[in-house]
């Protein structure tokens, strides 16, 4: 490749080296090539910031960046990241969690994550040359590398130029559009290890159900928060994944906070309901189509179990002279039609 030809060297997706079915050995030449894997650090990111001094962490808040100079995760669990990456659904943009519900991927997700802008100026992560020698930009490109949009390259993405060129319109941008945009494009073409994982992580521990997890050991749970990454420590979020941990490889054992949660014990559980999907959804209904269907269904599902749930709540705790109240109001009254046929017969 000629210097400076960067047509195919920034950060687009790359195929993982092919294997022979076979044997699962590589195939020929492919056998220097290193596992593909995200550039993120997050213990890189934490290290640096502690040394800013409290103007460079002004320039920073100007930049609508504060809530980042005040992360408490040190690292990243790797796995909870891979297996959110294998369950996304691109068609409705969504987490499912198997059995418990779903979670968006969208710019308000990630600002309750990270709280990093949502203006009203699209990022422009697009290719351009131009340079820049200034704290501000020296910081934003390793936010935007290491942070919102890493990739599985070893260098700086020459995206990022038009951004460092518009600095004085970085705290009007939609950061978090962007954010959710680069995760979903990579999910969409099934490259797994690329985007902000941080906001994976700390977005997945943030919405579980935590009443069943043991914090005792880690000082306990998060304190409450505006932006999870505020609050979130590394051994906080070890705790909850380490009580939500399903197999060696997947996550769901706990339940999604009821916000998110959907609630499939109508139709007898989620296997049942996929089931009765399958009996009345037509052949001919393509998976996205279908998997709307499902996510509306579950939904409307989810809100008539909640009320019904209230409503036998409700009845319950009436007290006895209310019961009897309630009783013999559903009892039927003496309508004319009775009170003519007695008359009649007398």
């Known amino acids: 490749m000629a210097c400076g030809d960067h047509q195919n060297d920034d950060d687009d997706f790359m195929d993982p080296p092919q294997r022979n079915r076979a044997t699962g050995r590589r195939k020929e030449g492919d056998e220097k090539k290193k596992r593909i894997r995200n550039r ?3 213990e890189h990111l934490t290290v640096l910031i502690e040394k800013f001094t409290d103007d460079q962490k002004g320039a920073a808040a100007e930049m609508g960046m504060q809530a980042l100079m005040d992360v408490r995760c040190t690292n990243l669990v790797n796995p909870v990241c891979d297996w959110l990456g294998e369950i996304y659904e691109p068609a409705s943009r969504e987490f499912v969690i198997p059995g418990r519900g779903r979670l968006p991927l969208n710019k308000e997700s990630v600002f309750c994550t990270l709280g990093v802008p949502r203006g009203h100026i699209k990022v422009p992560y697009e290719a351009m040359t131009t340079h820049g020698d200034v704290f501000k930009m020296k910081l934003l490109m390793y ?4 942070v919102f949009a890493p990739t599985t390259s070893l260098r700086p993405s020459n995206k990022c130029f038009p951004i460092l060129a518009n600095l004085k319109n970085v705290k009007n941008m939609n950061w978090c ?3 959710a945009d680069f995760l979903h494009d990579a999910f969409e073409n099934k490259m797994y290890q690329k985007g902000c994982r941080l906001h994976l992580m700390l977005m997945y521990v ?3 159900d935590l009443s069943t997890v043991d914090f005792s050991g880690v000082g306990g749970p998060p304190p409450t928060h505006k932006f999870a990454v505020s609050a979130w420590t590394i051994n906080a979020v070890k705790a909850v994944l380490a009580a939500d941990r399903a197999t060696d490889t997947t996550y769901g054992k706990l339940q999604l906070m009821a916000k998110h949660a959907i609630d499939y014990s109508v139709f ?7 089931k009765w999907m399958d009996v009345h959804s037509a052949p001919s209904c393509p998976s996205e189509a279908r998997a709307l269907v499902e996510h509306l269904i ?3 599902a989810s809100g008539m179990t909640g009320l019904l749930g209230k409503l036998v709540e409700g009845w319950t705790s009436l007290s006895a002279s209310d019961s009897d109240a ?4 559903q009892e039927p009254g003496d309508t004319q039609d009775d009170v003519d046929g007695d008359a009649g017969l007398s």
């Open 298 to 300: 579950g939904q409307f």
């Open 143 to 146: 936010l935007i590398s290491v």
């Open 40 to 42: 993120a650090s997050q």
């Open 206 to 208: 943030d919405c579980l």
């Open 177 to 179: 559009k962007f954010i």
């Open 268 to 274: 007898g559980g989620t296997q049942k309901f996929g």
């Open 326 to 329: 309630v009783a013999s109001s």
